[in-house]
């Protein structure tokens, strides 16, 4: 069996698509031995401008090849990220047009990577396998309507091209993974498509984590840390500063990642005019669970958008590994997900600020092992069975996820 995998990002890329990729292609090519091979086709590093690491152009890992292609530097803005998947397309056509696979594998949040590898099992007749990461055309549609002039004239002519882009795209699949069981009413019209619902998971760095001997609950200054992506997406600046502001020097914001609105955030910092602020630079993944050990509380956000209200963000696996309290400020599916899978969080909804402060100064301050979570969510063990299902999805067999032996619970 020969596979193309298709992801815009992985290893050594620090973000979730290379999180969850590259395990998953690493089990793949356990599962498949000597019976099959696979050909990744991904971008050198270029999630984060201030955090660059190095890989080869072309790499061979046993059954596996790597191909690298290097993209334009981009900001995370969409003007930006346009032209660097313009790069990546083009690229990706050159490395496989001499090539036969059995299955096209595309892996994306952005849609340009499952609408590339639609294109290239269109053109070589070959089975679709999509892993639908969020949903981009409800989320862009939906932040340029907030917007007036040229972002509301953008929207009028993106829409239409978005939508037949998606039916070309998702009415080919033979199957398609949603990491968010909250997508599941946005691809009913796809129904060609057989479905499952691995979503991410718990990575093995972050399974050893454990309390410092210092006791957090005696500490004069308590830490809120956030790590990952700054984007319009998380929408910090909507309320970090403003909480900073209101919860006084009791509390210390830590901050770490990178992203389009990091500006946004910066000058939201210095608008409230609050230094209880602290912005790091992105860190390597052993550096980010130190900061988790030393932390107080984790901190999650996303943007007050009905689109939000789909998506199951990858940072609550991590965060859930811990044994830290959460401060989620998220709405439909992922506050759904947080009441039945994470206790011990301090749930409110997106932009709160006076929710969240109240949570915070009326509970009492405590940790508490999700045991159950971190044996049910391990990375490991929902790659293992995806894998599974990309080689059932190959062989043309019946949905793996309709198997009523499966435990469904990790889907």
């Given at each position: 069996?020969?596979?193309?995998?298709?992801?815009?990002?992985?290893?050594?890329?620090?973000c979730?698509?290379s999180?969850?990729?590259t395990?998953?292609?690493?089990?793949?090519?356990r599962?498949?031995?000597?019976?099959?091979s696979?050909?990744?086709v991904?971008?050198?590093?270029?999630?984060?401008q201030?955090?660059r690491?190095t890989a080869?152009d072309r790499e061979?890992?046993?059954?596996?090849?790597?191909?690298?292609?290097?993209?334009?530097?981009?900001?995370s803005?969409?003007?930006d990220?346009?032209?660097?998947?313009?790069?990546?397309y083009?690229?990706?056509?050159?490395?496989?047009?001499?090539a036969s696979?059995?299955?096209?594998?595309?892996?994306?949040?952005r849609l340009?990577?499952?609408?590339?590898?639609a294109?290239?099992?269109?053109?070589n007749?070959?089975?679709?396998?999509?892993?639908?990461?969020?949903?981009?055309?409800?989320?862009?549609?939906e932040?340029?309507?907030?917007?007036s002039?040229f972002g509301?004239?953008m929207?009028?002519?993106?829409?239409?091209?978005?939508?037949a882009?998606e039916?070309y795209?998702?009415?080919?699949?033979?199957h398609i993974?949603?990491?968010?069981?909250?997508?599941?009413?946005?691809?009913?019209r796809?129904s060609?498509?057989?479905?499952?619902?691995?979503?991410?998971?718990?990575?093995?760095?972050?399974?050893?984590l454990?309390?410092?001997?210092?006791?957090?609950d005696e500490?004069?200054?308590k830490?809120?840390?956030?790590?990952?992506?700054?984007?319009?997406?998380?929408?910090?600046h909507?309320i970090i500063?403003?909480a900073a502001?209101?919860?006084?020097?009791?509390?210390?914001f830590?901050?770490?990642?990178?992203?389009?609105?990091?500006?946004?955030?910066?000058?939201?910092?210095?608008?409230?005019?609050?230094?209880t602020?602290?912005?790091?630079p992105p860190?390597?993944?052993?550096?980010?669970?130190?900061?988790?050990e030393?932390?107080?509380?984790?901190?999650?956000?996303?943007?007050d958008?009905?689109?939000?209200k789909?998506?199951?963000?990858?940072?609550?696996?991590?965060y859930?590994?811990?044994d830290?309290?959460?401060?989620?400020g998220?709405?439909?599916?992922a506050a759904?997900?947080?009441?039945?899978?994470l206790?011990n969080t301090?749930?409110?909804?997106?932009?709160d600020?006076?929710?969240?402060?109240?949570?915070?100064?009326?509970?009492p301050?405590?940790?508490?092992a999700?045991?159950?979570?971190r044996?049910?969510?391990q990375?490991?063990?929902?790659?293992?069975?995806?894998a599974r299902?990309?080689?059932?999805?190959?062989?043309?067999s019946?949905?793996?996820?309709?198997?009523?032996?499966?435990?469904?619970?990790?889907?």
């Amino acid at each position: 069996m020969k596979i193309l995998y298709m992801t815009f990002y992985f290893e050594p890329d620090l973000c979730a698509g290379s999180f969850r990729n590259t395990p998953l292609v690493a089990e793949l090519a356990r599962q498949l031995g000597d019976n099959g091979s696979i050909h990744v086709v991904t971008t050198h590093p270029n999630r984060y401008q201030s955090f660059r690491q190095t890989a080869p152009d072309r790499e061979v890992r046993g059954n596996v090849l790597i191909d690298r292609i290097a993209v334009p530097a981009h900001a995370s803005g969409l003007t930006d990220q346009i032209r660097s998947f313009i790069t990546y397309y083009r690229a990706a056509h050159r490395l496989v047009k001499d090539a036969s696979y059995d299955v096209v594998v595309a892996s994306s949040s952005r849609l340009f990577t499952a609408f590339l590898g639609a294109r290239l099992a269109r053109k070589n007749g070959t089975r679709l396998f999509l892993d639908i990461r969020d949903l981009f055309r409800e989320t862009i549609l939906e932040m340029l309507s907030n917007r007036s002039g040229f972002g509301l004239l953008m929207r009028t002519g993106l829409k239409p091209v978005l939508w037949a882009v998606e039916k070309y795209t998702f009415g080919y699949a033979t199957h398609i993974n949603l990491v968010s069981e909250g997508f599941r009413p946005y691809f009913s019209r796809f129904s060609q498509a057989t479905y499952s619902y691995f979503t991410n998971g718990i990575d093995n760095e972050f399974l050893p984590l454990h309390p410092l001997n210092q006791s957090h609950d005696e500490k004069s200054v308590k830490t809120i840390l956030y790590a990952g992506n700054i984007g319009e997406g998380q929408g910090l600046h909507k309320i970090i500063p403003q909480a900073a502001r209101a919860l006084g020097d009791t509390y210390r914001f830590v901050v770490i990642g990178d992203g389009g609105a990091r500006q946004k955030l910066d000058a939201a910092i210095r608008e409230e005019g609050v230094t209880t602020v602290e912005l790091r630079p992105p860190v390597s993944r052993s550096a980010l669970v130190d900061a988790y050990e030393q932390a107080d509380y984790l901190f999650v956000h996303l943007n007050d958008l009905d689109a939000f209200k789909r998506v199951l963000p990858s940072k609550l696996f991590e965060y859930g590994a811990t044994d830290k309290p959460i401060m989620a400020g998220v709405a439909g599916y992922a506050a759904q997900f947080v009441r039945e899978h994470l206790p011990n969080t301090l749930l409110f909804a997106p932009g709160d600020v006076s929710a969240l402060v109240e949570q915070l100064r009326t509970t009492p301050y405590r940790t508490l092992a999700r045991t159950q979570f971190r044996a049910q969510f391990q990375r490991q063990t929902i790659m293992e069975a995806m894998a599974r299902q990309i080689c059932h999805s190959a062989l043309g067999s019946a949905a793996f996820v309709d198997r009523p032996e499966l435990d469904r619970t990790i889907l």
